[in-house]
């Protein structure tokens, strides 16, 4: 399985305890660091935060050399998809080739308030993501010497020139939830990955039969797309570490058991197969506690088949 690591930065991060995680993560072999897009701590005081999600992925994109970079997700009400297309496909070339963009229709109303950032209902919100998922894919995939053209209830773009392109040919979109329809349709339209954050595997395996479903509504392969999961990740090689790291994040050791990914290598590697076991080919790990450099050590040592 693909394993990678994914931050919540808005929990209290600045970037260099970014630049570390990732620099790490990416000498341990991890394939992959991604953030969340958040401005406002749920829970906490947040300092030394907030930073802004494709602001620091730009300075990783120059900071670091192999290992893949992205949201997890980025909401469609903070950023317009025009210059959001732009942003990306400047990232990625600065990455030379290892962006993936994670788009999600907001849901963190607190924060929109907080922030100034007008928060519609959630009908308008997929409304709109659909339309910006449909704009930064049309954008990205107007041929050369053409302009790109889209009239639609929340944007309109009108002969806009494909300049910034990115460095992949096709750089990877992610949609994630557990919506039961409008979620799965855009997947099966839009997406290279389909996610699923925080659930158990059998919820895990209902939303990827949705999402099966709702590719052969439009006549795409469901095969074509990766099949994700996130989940919180805690491991030690006994009690006392795994209880400490518990603490550190603020959750109980028998809950994050029970919800998470959570105990021994060998519990881990365990609770692991049982969501290899529902079509899940890449992992996201959550880890919170970003000063625990040790801890992703401890993970690799668990999880990555070649250590």
């Known amino acids: 399985m693909d394993v990678r690591i994914f931050t919540e930065p808005q929990q209290g991060a600045s970037y260099d305890d970014l630049l570390r995680v990732a620099q790490e993560a990416e000498r341990l072999g991890f394939t992959g660091f991604f953030r969340s897009d958040h401005y406002l701590h749920m829970g906490g005081h947040g ?6 999600a494709w602001t ?15 949201t997890l997700v980025s909401s469609a009400t903070f950023r317009l998809p025009g210059p959001l297309a ?8 600065m990455s030379g080739g290892r962006v993936e963009l994670g788009l999600g229709a907001g849901w963190f109303e607190e924060e929109h308030t907080a922030f100034g950032i007008p928060f519609p209902g959630v009908r308008e919100r997929f409304d709109r993501l659909e339309e910006q998922l449909a704009i930064i894919t049309g954008l990205w995939a107007t041929p050369d010497g053409q302009s790109f053209t889209h009239r639609g209830a929340h944007y309109e773009l009108e002969e806009c ?19 039961p329809r409008r979620t799965p349709a855009l997947a ?6 389909y996610n699923v954050a925080f659930q158990p595997p059998e919820q895990v395996d209902a939303a990827f039969g949705r999402v099966h479903t709702a590719c052969a509504e439009v006549g795409r392969d469901p095969a074509e797309l990766v099949y994700s999961a996130a989940q919180v990740v805690c491991v030690g090689d006994d009690e006392v570490a795994l209880t400490r790291r518990a603490t550190n994040i603020g959750r109980d050791l028998d809950e994050l058991r029970a919800n998470g990914l959570a105990g021994t290598s060998d519990e881990v590697g365990a609770r ?16 919170l506690d970003l000063q625990d450099l040790d801890h992703l050590a401890d993970i690799a040592a668990a999880l990555l088949p070649s250590r």
Do not use: C, N, W
Not at 47 to 52: F, N, Q, V, Y
Not at 56 to 70: F, V
Not at 86 to 93: E, K, L, Y
């Open 47 to 52: 300092a030394p935060g907030p930073t802004d």
């Open 56 to 70: 620091t992925l730009a300075g990783l994109a120059r900071d670091t050399s192999t290992i893949r970079l992205g």
């Open 86 to 93: 732009v942003q990306v496909a400047g990232v990625d070339q």
């Open 161 to 179: 020139p494909v300049l910034t392109r990115p460095t992949q040919e096709r750089l990877p979109v992610i949609v994630g939830g557990t919506g």
């Open 188 to 193: 099966a339209r839009y997406a290279a990955e």
């Open 272 to 287: 692991l197969k049982q969501f290899a076991d529902v079509g899940v080919t890449r992992m996201y790990l959550q880890v």
